[in-house]
């Protein structure tokens, strides 16, 4: 762009427009802040936090940081995880003193498989204001490079770390016919494209979006059984956050249901449970995994 496109655009009667916005006093904003590329942030965005008493944030060096590249400088408080039902005390009496409080995350929107949830719920439940200023999220930018035709999406979020509980919560989420939409960390891509693999079918196409806006941005689409050889082929795939889409599964027939329900119910009264998971699959072609739930669920009747 040349210097003389940038001062057109700010010269463009929209720009004027952010400091014309309201912005009430004693109210909470929550505001998206970029995942990657500083510029995707918003104009309100920026003539939100330039008007903030203070700024609450996961990681107060990285949201300074970031405000100082906008050339503001702005007291922070701490607000993750650990000390949020703390400090949304603190945030209720800043706002009922009149202050206008800024929540945001590390990156995207807040309280979206990050902290900010428990604060929002504090600030309502004390009867006060909660305005919303939408921008990034990694989930919707995933779904919009997908390709994958649904009107519906199931967001995830992340995962459970242990084996044991990731691999229930597929179990409980293969069935599901709306586009699955997972966070996933880095170090843990391989076990989660394993997890899938153990109870979705394999022809079920995948996406996976890592390092979205960022300079490395990668967006993969295939089917879930070639997954696992994409992620192993190169060492860089196991680097940055990753969004991995799941396509939806395919509706059953309500005779197929009852069909493998039959099965099973009869194998339960001669095997165990495991057993009977196991020769229902091979029967009826259905997940193992998902067979396995049910048999739980048919013993515990």
């Given amino acids: 762009?040349?210097?003389?496109?940038?001062?057109?655009?700010?010269?463009?009667?929209?720009?004027?427009?952010?400091a014309q916005q309201s912005y009430p006093t004693a109210t909470l904003y929550v505001v998206a802040t970029p995942i990657g590329n500083v510029t995707d942030i918003t104009l309100r965005a920026l003539h939100l936090l330039a008007l903030a008493d203070v700024v609450a944030c996961e990681d107060t060096r990285k949201t300074g940081a970031l405000l100082q590249r906008f050339g503001l400088n702005k007291q922070t408080i701490a607000a993750h995880m650990h000390n949020e039902r703390e400090v949304a005390?603190?945030?209720?009496?800043?706002?009922?003193?009149?202050?206008?409080?800024?929540?945001?995350?590390?990156?995207?929107?807040p309280a979206v498989s990050d902290p900010g949830a428990r604060i929002v719920d504090a600030v309502r439940a004390a009867g006060l204001n909660v305005m919303p200023l939408p921008g990034p999220s990694a989930a919707i930018t995933a779904l919009s490079a997908s390709g994958l035709v649904n009107d519906r999406f199931h967001f995830v979020g992340f995962l459970p770390a242990k084996s044991k509980q990731r691999e229930t919560a597929l179990a409980e989420l293969a069935r599901e016919t709306s586009t699955l939409v997972i966070y996933e960390a880095p170090h843990r891509i391989v076990e989660c494209v394993e997890g899938l693999l153990a109870s979705f079918e394999p022809t079920r196409q995948v996406v996976f979006a890592r390092e979205l806006s960022k300079?490395?941005?990668?967006?993969?689409?295939?089917?879930?059984?070639?997954?696992?050889?994409?992620?192993?082929?190169?060492?860089?795939?196991?680097?940055?956050?990753?969004?991995?889409?799941?396509?939806?599964?395919?509706?059953?027939?309500?005779?197929?249901?009852?069909?493998?329900?039959?099965?099973?119910q009869i194998l339960l009264t001669e095997c165990s449970v495991k057993q009977a998971a196991n020769l229902a699959a091979q029967i009826t072609g259905r997940k193992k995994n998902a067979l396995y739930e049910r048999a739980l669920q048919i013993k515990g009747e």
């Fill in 1 to 18: 762009m040349t210097e003389q496109q940038t001062i057109d655009i700010a010269r463009l009667p929209v720009m004027g427009e952010a």
């Fill in 89 to 109: 005390e603190k945030i209720v009496e800043r706002l009922q003193s009149g202050q206008r409080v800024a929540l945001v995350s590390d990156a995207g929107t």
């Fill in 215 to 264: 300079l490395f941005e990668e967006v993969h689409r295939c089917p879930l059984g070639e997954a696992l050889a994409w992620v192993k082929a190169d060492q860089h795939r196991e680097r940055g956050e990753f969004v991995v889409l799941v396509e939806g599964a395919t509706l059953q027939t309500d005779a197929q249901d009852a069909e493998a329900e039959r099965i099973l």
